[in-house]
């Protein structure tokens, strides 16, 4: 599939997801109602919907929503009184940054667990692996998040349970977000790896000598990662998402908070300003990934 | 002929007469940093933009007001020496307020009665202001000298004496030459906190103003880093880990593991927040329409229990009007927990065998297990035959359908938990115009009100008319009298209760601020 065409659909995606994020945050109650005291007589309720153009019909805001969206434009959080996209893309290196360390402390566990699993199938070690899944899959992340606060933080003393103030801080967070997809990772890795052992190159190239250490991680791995990096891209979705939760346990300054809160308080621009950052964030990383299969699989790039 | 109210303003005429000069040298000079948590953050620091309970938690660290409640939530003259009430010549309330010589605010400029005024138009324009509507009685604001003004009135307001003469003071000087979004970004006021820096989502960082005009209470303390932790067991986890000295919002639960810590003190107090059960009363076939009925779930619900198990404790029961508030009555009581009585009364209004009935429940913890409070209640109801079917509310939706007024469904049909806040230590006046009066489109009134009675609708209206707070304390006590007898306006259950805890090298006294806590107006070090 050509680029272009690629990337047209991501815009749609893009696209729809603003529709969507705009009809369901305008379906869900009166900002107005939210900010202004029980007691605000209705000339002062009117005033205020007057400033914020929600007085407006819902078509003739979503427009002026799209025209200003594409200068980058979000408008003014009614809360915060600042331009919504401020408020987000002062959070977001945050967010990104406890994002892509989930994501690499789930790899660097779910590699070598995977592969290892792989190699000694049946072992004590493979079934342990699969318990190993099993609580990882039922475990939430916020829970797992406060078992590692009252261990590391309260008993041992070794972390801190809040904030960002060194890298100290994100190794809590990351853990806690990174956790839940290890399992998952794990099982695509064995299984990949299996199917890849069994391949004809591999016993190729036992026959033909080649040290086992470099066939497994240099040969078999490199095609056998290629189910993994597609999944990636959906995982860093995920780990953005995941982070909205974690983010709020840990104290971390990301978006995830930003945006929660607004929701509750029906802080259209930020709701908006975020849901479309992390819609754009989510379609680049899925486009990345499949042009990836390119540089990792030659035949695709050529297919 | 004025009526000079001597009650509230001898206290502070005796403080104001005192020479400052003679305190301000017995206060050593602030020392050290204190890092504390907050459970949730405000978002403006600009008074005007004050739009949830939360943005007072920053806002009163650096603004005051002419009047304020002290750590013992009685009123007292704050930024005004004193106040009097009188009458303009066409029969108008005026209120003449002389302002405390000697206040600056942080850049250094004296506080005037031109910056009270400014602050007034500030305030007033509902474009910038989310509560113009506290100074829309105000005519004008008339400047006689540096230190004295009159505030006159379009008519009688009696929310503006019961909240502190509503004005925070702010800097007109200063606000005219940064302009709007400088002010936004480095707030200046009179506070006994100087603004320093913010991090949003992270921290708060304010330095003790050296120049604060209170001769005592002061900051004791040099640099005060607030915290925003929204996690309970994150936030207990940075006091025990030491990384922070106080806590906000002491989970319900721990209050008991706290109290017994070793090395750290805690407090707790009332919050601002009256919890009650309201009733649909609005349709015409609802069975709420029957006293008796509302009185039969006044008797079934065993509140005391509810605050024991399900708060830890952490509530305090009320009748109509909560201890220390304007028209408190010690006389009256809450309905006894008698479900004997209530099935008795349910049988008399014709429901010998109870109903079906949906119940809004709210999720959000606006409160402390507050869902789980909602829950318990419920159970209660449907063990004498008011068969609840609960339905569970995040915090939009369910302020929406508690709202009266709106064109088309969902309408609340049934039972609803609500509450009301208003200043601390609680003053009613306010919240029932909109929570007790019945519901008038256009007007403001009744806006959450599911109660017709045009005898209460007199007496309210007549609160709030009246500014003398000792006159209008007889008529709020009045109405809660009648409120309590004919269960109008919603069945009152607890006033939620939250504990504070710091290490003991701390000398901390907690200040409200308008409705909320949070102030750190007295706070030092031990004396080693």
Sequence with gaps: MNISRRLLHSLISILGASVIIFVISRLSGDPVSLLLPSDAPPDAIEATRQHLGLDKPVLVQYLYFLGRALTGDFGDSYRWQVPAIDLILERLPATIELSIAALLFSVAIAIPFGVFSALHRGSWFDRFGKVFAMLGQAMPNFWVGLLLILFFAVQLQWLPAFGRESWSSLVLPAIALGWYPVAAQTRIVRSAMLDVLESDYVRMGRAMGVPERVLIWKYALRNAAIPLITILGVYFAAMLGGAFVVEVIFAWPGVGRTVVEAVFSRDFPVVQAGVMLTSVLFVASNLLVDLSYGLIDPRIRHG | ?528
């Design chain 2, 1 to 528: 002929m004025p009526r000079i109210l001597s009650r509230r303003s001898i206290g502070a005429a005796l403080l104001g007469a005192l020479p400052l000069a003679a305190f301000a040298q017995a206060a050593p000079a602030p020392t050290g940093t204190l890092t504390v948590a907050f459970a949730s953050e405000s978002t403006a620091i600009d008074p005007i933009k004050i739009s949830a309970g939360v943005d007072h938690y920053f806002v009163g660290q650096l603004f005051e007001m002419l009047v304020r409640p002290n750590a013992q939530l009685e009123q007292e003259n704050w930024l005004a020496e004193s106040w009097t009430l009188e009458q303009s010549a066409d029969g108008k309330p005026v209120i003449d307020v002389r302002l405390r010589q000697g206040v600056k605010f942080h850049n250094g400029d004296p506080m005037t009665a031109e910056d009270i005024e400014f602050s007034w138009q500030r305030q007033r324009d509902p474009k910038k202001s989310f509560f113009s509507h506290n100074v829309a009685s105000v005519e004008r604001i008339e400047i006689i000298d540096p230190h004295h003004l009159k505030i006159h009135f379009k008519e009688p307001d009696a929310s503006f004496v019961a909240g502190g003469l509503q004005i925070w003071v702010m800097p007109k000087k200063y606000i005219e030459q940064v302009g709007e979004e400088e002010f936004a970004r480095k707030p200046v006021g009179t506070g006994p906190w100087k603004f320093v820096s913010r991090s949003v989502k992270e921290e708060l960082r304010l330095e003790a103003f050296e120049d604060y005009w209170h001769p005592t209470k002061r900051p004791g303390v040099k640099e005060l880093v607030i915290k925003i932790i929204p996690e309970d067991l994150t936030r207990v986890s940075a006091f025990k880990t030491g990384r922070v000295d106080w806590i906000d919002n002491v989970p319900p639960a721990m209050v008991e593991e706290f109290k017994k810590m070793p090395g750290v003190k805690t407090q707790t107090v009332v919050s601002g927040n009256n919890l009650f059960i309201n009733f649909n009363t609005h349709m015409p076939k609802s069975p709420f329409n029957d006293v008796r009925v509302r009185q039969a779930a006044a008797h079934a619900i065993d509140v005391d229990a509810i605050i024991k198990r399900v708060l830890f404790g952490e509530g305090e029961r009320y009748a109509q009007v909560g201890k220390g508030s304007a028209g408190y009555d010690p006389e009256l009581k809450p309905y006894a927990y008698d479900q004997k009585r209530a099935r008795e009364l349910l049988k008399e209004a014709g429901y010998p065998n109870g109903f079906d009935i949906p119940c809004y429940n709210l999720t959000t913890p606006r409160e402390p297990n507050v869902k789980e409070v909602g829950e318990a209640m419920f159970a209660y109801l449907s063990s004498v035959g008011i068969r609840c079917q609960v339905r569970n509310l995040e915090y939009g939706a369910w302020i929406s359908l508690g709202k009266r007024g709106r064109s088309g469904p969902p309408e609340m049909d049934g039972v609803l938990s609500w509450m009301w806040s208003q200043g601390l230590p609680g003053d009613p006046g306010t919240p029932w115009v909109g929570h007790l009066h019945s519901f008038q489109p256009g007007t403001g009134l009744g806006t959450y009100s599911y109660t017709n009675d045009p005898e209460a609708d007199a007496l309210v209206m007549e609160q709030r008319r009246t500014m003398d707070p000792a006159a209008r304390a007889e008529i709020l006590k009045k109405l809660a009298r009648l409120k309590q007898e004919r269960a109008i306006g919603g069945i009152p259950t607890y006033r939620p209760l939250v504990t504070f805890a710091w290490r003991d090298k701390l000398d901390y006294t907690p200040w409200p601020v308008r409705d909320y806590w949070r102030v750190f107006q007295e706070v030092g070090w031990k004396q080693q």
